[in-house]
């Protein structure tokens, strides 16, 4: 017999148990869902929480992404595998080293 608390967790790249998967989803989606209220006030209000939504998008997708749990999904949306050393480094040489972006 199935568990079905388990099937989701366990079918993926890099499998999880149960707590890790729901702490990990619940987690994520609450700062999502925090930072879509802001991003609704910033569209009203341009000059408040600039980059706030689209920062916690990028770090939720590397979280993600970092995971190894995806590899199908990013080869299915035409990503394949993402090294954010490279992507890193690409970003320091455009700015001349001055600056490390956070991603």
């Excluded at 991003?39 to 998008?57: C, E, N, R, V």
């Amino acid at each position: 017999m199935k568990n079905i608390f388990l099937t989701h967790p366990h079918e993926t790249n890099n499998p999880q148990g149960y707590w890790e998967h729901c702490i990990f989803s619940i987690t994520n989606c609450l700062v999502l869902i925090w930072f879509s209220l802001l991003g609704i006030i910033h569209g009203i209000f341009p000059f408040m929480f600039k980059f706030s939504t689209s920062s916690a998008i990028i770090r939720s997708f590397k979280r993600l992404v970092l995971s190894n749990r995806h590899a199908d999904e990013l080869e299915k949306y035409g990503l394949g595998r993402i090294d954010f050393r490279a992507v890193n480094n690409l970003l320091k040489k455009r700015t001349g080293g001055t600056h490390t972006p956070k991603i």
